[in-house]
């Protein structure tokens, strides 16, 4: 299993080779084995008698990270639509995709995205669960703006990633609360131990943290904008990423955890007024739409919105059509984006207004495009497998309780079916029939290619089959995938007839209001328009967006204002303000007179002399005075060394004071001369606080640490074993040379690299001059 | 005695800090210079004043000085003095190109 999860990643590493071939072999031939063959592996596991399996690996064991796949019937039903969709989606991209694109960057993204979308439905971890799924959104971003040179693109994938890794940090924080009261990172022992859990004073936070990042990926309302900015993409990335995997992340998610959250009522409400509303909002917007990818994109947005209300519901029911609804949205849906692909390309144009009669020109797509829709609207035909989890669907928003709102469930399910169905019928028949307009179209219109009618008449078929058999795939995986959910769930037949109760009614109601719709949709237009009006989602993230960028533009204009100095006092100041609060914070002051050393008249006088030229060295305004003062602070360092007992030292000082100051005489002669401060008093006095400051600090440390002893002296060290181990008596020469031998050489090689670095400086003079 | 030290290497931060944040290149020079001499103290103070003889074994003596700040600051001075020429020749180079030493003037470009 694990294999299937990382080989789509190997493969990656050499399709950039591959694809220098592009001339002679498409790329996409040798990617489409890849999903082919996982699909295979896993068609093996599908059956009657199908139990959960568990892969466990050692990945990061001390921090309880470990590569745990586990496959139940929810992750089967996922990895088949991943590898399966997959597969078509690849085969659909060869003929879509032209060879002079990009193909390496193209098939590299899509494999990655496969490893990663593979990972989140076998991840058992949720770290690793958590890392696939920010993997998902960035191969979205990739995928979204592959044309990269389109302003929209770029817009759109920007603004997928940021609503989805937003969501996915959230999911982080909510994984952690997790990991924090149950103490495991596996999410089948989370499920054992849901009682902590629940009682957990987390559980609010855990359940909003989760759900915020499972409604983002998801495209729910109102985190729903990102989904139709991102039909940018080539359309075959549309089909499989954002209408029948990624998108279904989400409700995995859901799924996955509705064990653990099944005894916490607000879950059940949350995710049902939620799916609800999208549902509702999805398929109101779709109506207003255009261009067949935005149609298809809000539908998508309110398919998502059904599904994730009946994994709300969380009957045995609501649970069945919920996973039924995956399956069947993921075939239906994936031919339709399909069958968009291909009128845009050989019309040129996937605006509705300019197509119609499309027809008698492309027959082939027109058949399927209208089992496609069809089975969308949930028109009641027994081989249209929309139909059946539409009517599940109804059957589950029945009875779901006395009070008023679950009594109007099934009127707002009613009414985003009535869209459902404005809008399936304005596809198909605004596309397909009515007047032609060719001379609207960029491109004369005629049937597409074969191999590009491949993949979506799988997929029909695959919408005729399940409509026709539904119990077969019901019983090999379906009822497992339902079981995972809800372990109370039973096989249960999935029939056509079921006699003239209510959720026929439900459908047919749907189909009756929903034709008169459609037939007077021109006299609604102005109604359709009236909302959102100008209170749209989408201006609110635009503005957010702006002010984010404004805001932090003007802080950042504020404080980086190219002078070095405002930098230094920025610096100095929080390391005062850091410093001074944590030594107070840890009591860290201390003052103690003991051990002292003797106070004589020539110490005091040459400190003294030394404070007034330090002092002096800001006042000085003539070159050589300055010099001559800031001598005297070093010979006073030096004058403290020798009556300090560091004779060392004391010599080193004067040798390196004297060449200092001939190194200054040396150059202050070429520098300008040193001129009056002409700060104004705020500036001076800022300059001052910070600098008195600091001189406190420091005075401050000095006591405190000549106050303090934590230790004893490790000095003793060196003067018993200078001589046995060094063999000399001088005690500091023997520290430098051998003790501390390689930070002498250090500072040989610091004074080396400075010596280079003045060497160039006057070199790069010469050049310049040369020129 | 410590306690005067200290208030020594105080007043050199104080002093050095207050001329690096000048806008003359020279004064940052000279600051920097101030600054070593600041740190060389303030370590110097931190091991203990005239506790001994100075670090050379002599026979007879059992109680010398720490070595160990006189080790660092030995090395400290020296890689100062490297700093300080360093930034002497930068200064003096910068100033012959630019044309100014004023830092308010050497700013980045807001393009680049």
């Known amino acids: 299993m694990i294999f299937a999860v990382l ?109 990663a979308m593979l990972g989140v439905v076998l991840s058992d971890n949720i770290f690793v669960l958590y890392t696939f799924w920010e993997l998902t959104s960035i191969s979205s971003f990739l995928l979204i703006g592959y ?17 989805t890794v937003f ?80 998108v279904k992340a989400g409700l995995f998610l859901v799924a996955r955890f509705s064990p653990i959250f099944s005894g916490y009522e607000a879950f059940f409400i949350i995710v049902s007024v939620f799916g609800i509303a999208t549902l509702c909002w999805g398929a109101y917007m779709s109506v207003r739409q255009t261009d067949l990818k935005a149609i ?60 119609g009669g499309l027809a008698t020109l492309m027959p082939v797509t027109a058949t399927l495009a209208m089992f496609g829709t069809f089975s969308m609207a949930g028109v009641p035909l027994p081989f249209l497998n929309g139909y059946y989890s539409k009517e599940l669907f109804f059957e589950a928003s029945l009875g779901l309780g006395a009070d008023f709102w679950s009594q109007t469930i099934p009127f707002l399910a009613v009414l985003g079916s009535i869209f459902t169905f404005v809008y399936s019928m304005y596809l198909f028949f605004g596309t397909f029939t009515g007047k032609k307009h060719l001379d609207k179209l960029p491109k004369k219109p005629h049937e597409a290619p074969i191999g590009m009618l491949i993949s979506p008449i799988i997929l029909v078929v695959g919408v005729i089959t399940i409509g026709l058999f539904p119990n077969m795939v019901n019983s090999s995986f379906l009822q497992h995938a339902a079981a995972a959910i809800n372990s109370s769930v039973t096989y249960k037949d999935v029939t056509f007839w079921h006699g003239f109760i209510p959720p026929f009614k439900m459908s047919l109601a749907v189909v009756g209001i929903g034709t008169v719709l459609f037939l007077t949709r021109k006299k609604w237009q102005g109604i359709y328009q009236f909302l959102p009006g100008k209170v749209s989602f989408n201006r609110i993230y635009d503005g957010i967006l702006n002010q984010i960028g404004q805001v932090s533009t003007r802080i950042t204009n504020y404080y980086m204002t190219g002078s070095l100095r405002t930098y230094m006092s920025l610096i100095l100041g929080t390391m005062l303000i850091v410093s001074f609060l944590f030594m107070f914070l840890t009591d860290g002051f201390a003052f103690s007179t003991n051990e002292l050393a003797n106070i004589s008249f020539i110490e005091v006088a040459v400190v003294g002399i030394m404070i007034i030229a330090a002092i002096a060295t800001i006042y000085m305004n003539h070159n050589v005075a300055a010099i001559l003062v800031v001598g005297v602070v070093g010979f006073g360092v030096a004058i403290l060394f020798v009556i300090y007992r560091a004779p060392d030292i004391a010599l080193t000082q004067l040798v390196i004071e004297t060449i200092t100051v001939a190194l200054f005489l040396l150059c202050f002669y070429h520098l300008p001369k040193l001129r009056k401060s002409s700060d104004t008093p705020r500036t001076k006095l800022m300059n001052a606080i910070i600098s008195i400051g600091f001189g406190t600090l420091i005075t401050l440390v000095a006591i405190s640490s000549h106050s303090s002893r934590w230790f004893e002296s490790i000095a003793n060290y060196f003067v018993e074993n200078s001589k046995p181990l060094g063999g000399g008596y001088n005690i500091v020469n023997v520290i430098l040379v051998d003790f501390r031998g390689l930070d002498t050489l250090f500072e040989i090689a610091v004074l080396g690299i400075a010596a280079l670095a003045i060497v160039g400086l006057i070199k790069y003079k010469k050049n310049k001059e040369a020129e | 005695m410590e306690i005067i030290t200290s208030i020594l290497a105080g007043v050199l931060f104080a002093t050095a800090i207050y001329n690096m944040l000048q806008k003359q290149l020279l004064r940052i020079v000279i600051g920097t210079a101030l600054l070593s001499h600041g740190a060389h103290i303030l370590i110097f103070t931190m091991g203990k004043l005239k506790t001994g003889q100075p670090p050379i074994l002599t026979d007879g003596i059992e109680n010398y000085t720490d070595p160990l700040p006189q080790a660092l600051i030995l090395t400290s001075i020296v890689i100062s003095f490297g700093v300080t020429s360093l930034l002497l020749v930068l200064a003096y180079r910068s100033t012959q190109e630019n044309g100014t030493d004023n830092m308010e003037e050497l700013r980045g470009n807001e393009n680049e």
């Open chain 1, 7 to 115: 080989i789509p990643l190997l493969i990656a590493c050499f399709i950039p080779a591959l694809s220098k071939l592009k001339e002679k072999i498409h790329t996409g031939i040798f990617v489409f084995f890849i999903p082919f063959l996982i699909f295979l592996y896993f068609v093996t596991f599908i059956g009657n008698d199908f139990t959960p399996t568990m892969e466990q690996y050692n990945w990061i064991p001390s921090l309880g990270i470990n590569f745990d796949l586990y496959l139940d019937g929810l992750s089967l039903l996922f990895v088949l639509l991943i590898s399966g969709i997959g597969s078509l989606v690849v085969l659909y991209s060869i003929y879509y995709l032209d060879k002079s694109e990009r193909l390496g960057h193209f098939y590299v993204y899509l494999l990655m995205f496969m490893s």
């Open chain 1, 147 to 163: 044309w990269h040179f389109k302003e929209r693109s770029r817009y759109g994938a920007l603004k997928s990633m940021l609503i």
């Open chain 1, 167 to 246: 969501g996915g940090l959230s999911m982080l924080g909510g994984f952690i609360l997790l990991y924090v009261v149950t103490g495991t990172t596996s999410i089948q022992q989370m499920i054992t131990q849901v009682d902590f859990i629940l009682n957990s004073n987390y559980l609010p936070l855990i359940l909003g943290f989760i759900l915020l990042g499972a409604f983002t990926k998801s495209a729910q309302f109102p985190f729903h904008i990102w989904l139709p900015d991102a039909m940018e993409a080539p359309t075959p990335v549309s089909a499989y990423l954002h209408s029948a995997t990624m």
């Open chain 1, 296 to 355: 298809l994109a809000f539908s998508t947005i309110s398919q998502l919105g059904m599904i994730m209300a009946m994994l709300g519901f969380g009957t045995k029911a609501a649970v069945f059509a919920a996973v039924f609804h995956i399956l069947n949205h993921a075939t239906f849906k994936g031919s339709l984006f399909m069958v968009a692909g291909i009128v845009d390309h050989e019309t040129g144009t996937r605006d509705i207004r300019k197509l």
